[in-house]
């Protein structure tokens, strides 16, 4: 999800599907040992996640199924996310061959709290039903509250930081996993906002409240933070995290989203501030990319076009970068939805229905991007790479740029 303060609406990512149970059957393996709500467990130690007590690396993809109530989707005719809803057994299946051991979901905030006139309960337990099948299915699950789309500049529940819809989303979902490690809570989805100290002890008692409001009630789950505009400090005075995030479980596991593009906040492009950004950061805390992808061409509202300015062998770097930094893992956004920047893309059928392939590509279902279906990238394209980094294995050799088309 990517914010551009007061030009672009943020991209919000989240939807429902009903009565997922018996879609799909337990069976997958995670790396570090068998998955199920009944047997697993999951937690921080020191720098680490662990599973069973063994390091543990998320190898997560983002499903866009779950953005808002399928009805409301349906209604504004929200076609790019509307397929990830109704194809979500196949998609699992497609994320399973992938590599990926998780899978994070999107999720409408409004839709999940109960004092919202937004609020729907067949909503809330459609994602229960959700988080439950991918769990049964061998998954760590990560749902992430956020805005969700179309709310205007100065909607007041368009917020920069938590608020209490936040709090009352979080206990009413996560009331129904307390006793699954598996299941592991992004409190908000990219804060933003002025990079400075005042800013900063805003966002942390907004987040302590959401913490301890989680923990009086039972929910002993890891929980994920995001910093501010996604950077632990800036090269201005007074813009760096200040401590204070506290947890009387210390099960905090620390989230960025380093995009790539200069027109977001985050200027990602320049490896060389890295450092500065995340990864001195990430030398003492648990730090793990929950949404990643290389944008190949223009993204919703979003005029960039990320092929034409950036080799890419920028991603190989990147994942070099996470690999040495021993971050906890890379999760790619958003891999089933059609006509959005994908690790996999749609396909037609000779009955011209459509399918989600699982061949890594480096375009979207328009053909967009660095390279096509004719002319494809030439070296490893952006979804092979990052099912490369899955296997444990980047391209040492730089990857040439193939010509745009």
């Known amino acids: 999800m990517i ?3 007061n030009k672009i609406m943020k991209r919000s990512l989240s939807a429902t599907f009903v009565l997922l149970g018996a879609w799909f059957l ?7 040992g068998k998955a199920s709500a009944a047997d697993d467990s999951f937690s921080i130690g020191g720098r680490q996640i662990l599973h069973n007590g063994h390091p543990f690396e998320v190898h997560g993809l983002t499903s866009v199924a779950f953005m808002e109530p399928i009805a409301q989707m349906r209604a504004e005719q929200l076609s790019s996310y509307i397929p990830a809803y109704e194809h979500f ?18 999720l409408d905030v409004l839709a999940l709290d109960p004092q919202n006139a937004r609020y729907s309960g067949a909503y809330l337990n459609d994602v229960a039903n959700a988080i439950s099948t991918v769990r049964s299915a061998g998954f760590v699950a990560i749902p992430v509250l956020q805005n969700p789309p179309g709310l205007a500049p100065g909607d007041p ?26 299941v592991m809570l992004e409190l908000f989805g990219e804060p933003y906002g002025c990079q400075s100290r005042a800013t900063w002890e805003r966002y942390i008692g907004k987040v302590n409240y959401m913490i301890a409001e989680l923990r009086s009630h039972g929910e002993n789950n890891i929980l994920l933070v995001e910093p501010i505009n996604q950077k632990f400090q800036t090269e201005a005075p007074g813009s760096a995290y200040p401590g ?25 492009a320049d490896l060389s501030r890295w450092d500065l950004y995340f990864g001195d950061f990430a030398a003492t805390h648990p730090v793990i990319v929950s949404e ?3 944008n190949v061409g223009p993204l919703g509202g979003l005029p960039y076009d ?30 089933d939805g059609r006509g959005w920047i994908v690790v996999m893309g749609y396909k037609k059928r000779p009955d ?51 010509s745009y088309q």
């Open 306 to 335: 990320w092929c034409r300015t950036h080799p890419i062998d920028t991603v190989r770097q990147s994942f070099k970068y996470f690999v040495s930094r021993k971050l906890d893992g890379v999760i790619g956004w958003g891999y």
């Open 89 to 106: 057994k196949e998609n699992l299946g497609v994320a399973r061959d992938f590599g990926a051991n998780t899978i994070r979901f999107n």
């Open 352 to 402: 011209g229905s459509e399918y989600l392939s699982g061949t890594p590509t480096s375009y979207n279902y328009k053909n967009i991007g660095c390279g096509t279906p004719e002319l494809p990238q030439n070296g490893r394209n952006f979804g092979e790479l990052l099912k490369d980094y899955f296997s444990g294995h980047v391209p040492d050799q730089p990857i040439p740029q193939a």
């Open 244 to 268: 204070g995030v506290t947890d009387t479980l210390n099960q905090i596991l620390w989230a960025i989203h380093p995009y790539y593009d200069p027109v977001t906040s985050f200027v990602g």
């Open 26 to 32: 337990a069976g997958t393996v995670l790396v570090g």
């Open 292 to 294: 990643w992808h290389a």
């Open 3 to 5: 914010h551009v303060p």
């Open 157 to 182: 529940d368009r917020v920069s930081l938590p608020s209490e819809t936040y709090t009352r989303a979080a206990l009413n979902l996560m009331d129904r996993f307390k006793t699954d490690r598996g």
